[in-house]
């Protein structure tokens, strides 16, 4: 069963611009996870924020976590054509260290 | 390039039949997880082992086992084969998976094609 929920499923942006995606789950967590996939392959590690963490950045992403309306938001500034890919949100919690996955976001940066 | 390697990277394979998986780690991992990915199921967590020993179950079928060896690799094995046991077989390792969860690295998968 999914915990997290992406949104949107699909985004379709131009090079330079920015793209938001966001998770919503349910139960309380441990930790948050983002990872990118690009088609059919294996899934990469983007960022990790913990519970007791609000805001976290790498790079060109900023992952905001919000613990009260169990929420995340993955921010790709100045994104390219190389970003397009499926991203997805991960959950970890309570005394297991499984990694409940949402459904996803692809997103297409069109050059 | 994660580190954690996986073989196959293709199988195919009739109903009924058996296939084992394997998966090595990051070196230095004592967690190693497997994951199924599906059109229909997106991905989900199947089983965890930690150095050796079985630590998580998830949804992982009665067909389905798996082990970790003592090097620390471990297979999962897929017996009387379905089609819809057709997917995308991630192994995840980290280094603990004991406490607070902590990264996971995946590996490249290993795509079953059951005919």
């Known amino acids: 069963s999914q915990q997290g929920e992406e949104d949107p499923q699909a985004l379709s942006i131009q090079e330079g611009e920015n793209a938001t995606m966001n998770c919503s789950y349910k139960t309380s967590i441990n930790n948050l996870q983002w990872y990118r996939q690009n088609s059919g392959r294996g899934l990469v590690h983007l960022i990790l924020i913990r519970s007791n963490e609000r805001e976290k950045h790498s790079g060109r992403l900023r992952v905001t976590l919000d613990t009260s309306k169990k929420s995340s938001s993955l921010l790709i500034t100045a994104s390219r054509a190389a970003d397009t890919a499926s991203y997805f949100c991960a959950t970890a919690g309570g005394s297991n260290y499984k990694l409940t996955f949402g459904k996803g976001t692809l997103l297409t940066v069109n050059p | 390039d994660s580190g954690v390697t996986q073989t196959p990277k293709h199988l195919i394979t009739a109903t009924g039949q058996r296939v084992t998986l394997r998966c090595s780690p990051r070196s230095g991992d004592l967690s190693v997880y497997w994951y199924q990915q599906s059109l229909d199921q997106g991905l989900q967590f199947l089983i965890q082992?930690?150095?050796?020993?079985?630590?998580a179950k998830g949804n992982i079928l009665e067909r389905f086992s798996a082990q970790q060896f003592p090097d620390l690799h471990s297979e999962l094995n897929l017996s009387s084969l379905e089609l819809g046991d057709s997917a995308l077989y991630f192994c995840?390792?980290?280094?603990?998976?004991?406490?607070?969860?902590?990264?996971?690295?995946f590996g490249p998968g290993t795509r079953l094609t059951v005919l």
């Open positions: 995840a390792s980290s280094v603990v998976g004991t406490g607070i969860a902590d990264t996971q690295y």
């Open positions: 082992y930690y150095n050796g020993e079985e630590r």
